[in-house]
Antibody
Framework: QLQLQESGPGLVKPSETLSLTCTVS??????????WGWIRQPPGTGLEWIGS???????YYNPSLKSRVTISVDTSKNQFSLKLTSVTAADTAVYYC????????????WGQGTTVTVSS | DIQMTQSPSTLSASVGDRVTITCRAS??????LAWYQQKPGKAPKLLIY???SLESGVPSRFSGSGSGTEFTLTISSLQPDDFATYYC?????????FGQGTKVEIK
């Protein structure tokens, strides 16, 4: 069945760029029925949607993060990626990738999450 | 931006209780609302999509209702496995905001 796996550095220095990749296995990222999203969860708090993209490269972002976020896709590798610039301690969180069904039907498959700490 | 407000933030209940969680949107989102269950250290699990459609494999004691700006998640008879945090999420106009969460605790 479809699986998602996040990967990337677990420690990022303040003011630098956080970069994560989500690898999709057991299915194609190029399916017309799905979008793909990034979500984060700071320690002890709730979920925050970061942004979503379609395999064509079309994206939409959380307005509160839009100026610092880029989400991109590599269909040849069945992967999509997150870049978050100018990070601070407030960006410390568990970062999840997920599949979005038909844009509006919910996120039905999630990665296990990866912890990213912003610290010098 | 569309804001999502859940209530209550915390709920204490016993096994067998009927539990209702409310989610309100700052503007109409039609029926584009999902509900998730999250347990500590785990990724969220989709329970309900399109406000009232039960995700495959989810027990029928979970149900969703509402449209426009007010939505509810109901657990008809709370089971030990249901103690967790629940989140709503709206999908409208190419945004996907979560509510702040409702923790269901053992009374």
């Amino acid at each position: 069945q479809l699986q998602l796996q996040e990967s990337g550095p677990g420690l990022v220095k303040p003011s630098e760029t956080l970069s994560l990749t989500c690898t999709v296995s057991g299915g194609s990222i190029s399916s017309s029925s799905y979008y793909w999203g990034w979500i984060r969860q700071p320690p002890g708090t709730g979920l925050e949607w970061i942004g979503s993209l379609y395999y064509s490269g079309s994206t939409y972002y959380n307005p509160s993060l839009k100026s610092r976020v880029t989400i991109s896709v590599d269909t040849s590798k069945n992967q999509f990626s997150l870049k978050l610039t100018s990070v601070t301690a407030a960006d410390t969180a568990v970062y999840y990738c997920a599949r979005v069904v038909r844009v509006v039907y919910g996120m039905d498959v999630w990665g296990q999450g990866t912890t990213v700490t912003v610290s010098s | 931006d569309i804001q999502m407000t859940q209530s209550p933030s915390t709920l204490s209940a016993s096994v067998g209780d009927r539990v209702t969680i409310t989610c309100r949107a700052s503007q109409s989102i039609s029926s584009w609302l999902a509900w998730y269950q999250q347990k500590p250290g785990k990724a969220p699990k989709l329970l309900i999509y399109k406000a009232l459609s039960l995700e495959s494999g989810v027990p029928s004691r979970f149900s969703g209702s509402g449209s426009g700006t007010e939505f509810t998640l109901t657990i008809s008879s709370l089971q030990p496995d249901d103690f967790a945090t629940y989140y709503c999420q709206q999908f409208n106009s190419f945004s996907a905001t979560f509510g702040q969460g409702t923790k269901v605790e053992i009374k």
